[in-house]
């Protein structure tokens, strides 16, 4: 009997709770609400929503009463790629990740002052060294901060990012440059990776390829790959048609005409490309973070969800002195040097090659003295 009484008393209460209005309901799961609204007929007014006519199939009539299902249709696609192609797409990670992992284990195993060593030579060498002292200060300034390993981390995934984009986008950017057809019939497909939002891209890639820096690169990878892919054709269509005729008037092969007289002419283009692809793919840092990417970007996530400004305020300032560090550098590649026909021929290297090259100082010749007069007289 007891047993039963509990029992009516625990049906008679959950009956009560949902007779209970729906405002004193919303007291009780937000008691932070400032004053209830009076008015809740409007929470019973709507109905169930209604199933649309044509769910599964395509139908004139949903061209005039909004019914078209494409939401579940992607869906389903995507379920079908996932389940049927699921292996080739973990075969197409394997590639970035391990080079991913290379990059990032050389950068993190190397002392943050070799490092930066390294790169203000490298930045002296083939830039200016001006532009290499402000290198060293920056980096000198993330190492500072303590934030030296999530830079290194940035670092690898946008040098990955970076080459890939290379990998790909410099022969396909060659290729439409010699085809009008191609080059129109991808026109759209770049745009539309160049103009859709990063968010999408975050849902399939996830689906596809996981959490991760490596499913991180491939997010980078699209979003950065449409500049580097135009520049590079139209830098090669810009090549003057005289200097073309010139070189095939010499019997330059369609080799040689494309690594010595095209490539290099739509070169400060080229650069252009790679300069946007890099700002492109810091720019994904932080939205990247949110499918498990570590580095800068987890920094000012981290930062953003715990109210931290310091700690995002960190973040935000690495990313920053990279990309800028980045910026500079790639612009001041792509300039010409005039005067220079060689690399070598300036920076550090140049100053060692003046250095082994430069002649000994003579040693005079000894004096001979004079024969006394009476012996020249004779």
Not at 45 to 64: D, M, N
Not at 165 to 183: E, Y
Not at 283 to 302: N, Y
Request: proline share 8%.
């Amino acid at each position: 009997m007891k047993a039963d009484n509990l029992a009516h008393t625990a049906v008679a209460a959950d009956a009560a709770r949902t007779a209970q209005p729906a405002v004193e309901q919303a007291a009780q799961v937000n008691p932070w609400l400032p004053q209830p609204p009076t008015d809740t007929s409007w929470l019973d007014a709507a109905g169930p929503a209604a199933e649309p006519a044509h769910a599964t199939g395509f139908h004139v009539s949903q061209i005039f009463d909004g019914s078209l299902p494409l939401e579940s249709w992607i869906n389903q696609g995507l379920g079908w790629v996932v389940a049927n192609f699921r292996p080739f797409f973990q075969a197409v990670r394997a590639p970035i990740d391990a080079t991913l992992t290379g990059v990032s284990d050389v950068l993190l195993a190397a002392p943050a002052l070799a490092v930066i060593a390294i790169v203000g030579v490298l930045a002296w060498q083939f830039t200016s060294r001006a532009l290499a002292i402000g290198t060293v200060l920056a980096l000198l300034v993330v190492s500072m901060l303590g934030i030296w390993p999530e830079a290194m981390i940035t670092l690898s995934l946008v040098l990955t990012s970076l080459a890939f984009c290379l990998l790909i986008g410099l022969p396909l950017g060659i290729f439409l440059a010699s085809s009008d057809r191609a080059q129109n019939l991808l026109r759209p497909l770049l745009d539309a990776m160049q103009t859709t939002p990063a968010f999408v891209y975050l849902v399939p890639v996830v689906m596809l390829f996981g959490i991760g820096n490596a499913p991180g690169v491939i997010v980078t990878i699209i979003f950065a790959l449409p500049p580097l892919v135009r520049l590079t054709n139209l830098g090669i269509r810009q090549v003057r048609p005289d200097l073309i005729e010139a070189a095939r008037a010499y019997g330059a092969s369609p080799w040689q005409l494309l690594t010595r007289v095209q490539f290099p002419l739509a070169m400060p283009s080229i650069m252009a490309g790679i300069n946007q692809s890099l700002m492109l793919s810091l720019s994904m840092v932080v939205i990247a973070s949110m499918i498990a990417v570590g580095g800068l970007g987890q920094m000012v996530l981290r930062g953003i969800g715990r109210l931290d400004m310091g700690l995002a305020t960190v973040g935000g300032l690495g990313i920053v002195l990279l990309a800028i560090t980045l910026d500079r550098l790639t612009q001041a590649m792509g300039q010409p040097r005039r005067g220079v026909r060689h690399w070598y021929q300036t920076g550090p290297a140049g100053l060692v090659m003046r250095l082994v090259r430069r002649d000994p100082v003579p040693t005079p010749a000894p004096v001979q003295e004079a024969a006394p007069a009476h012996l020249a007289t004779q």
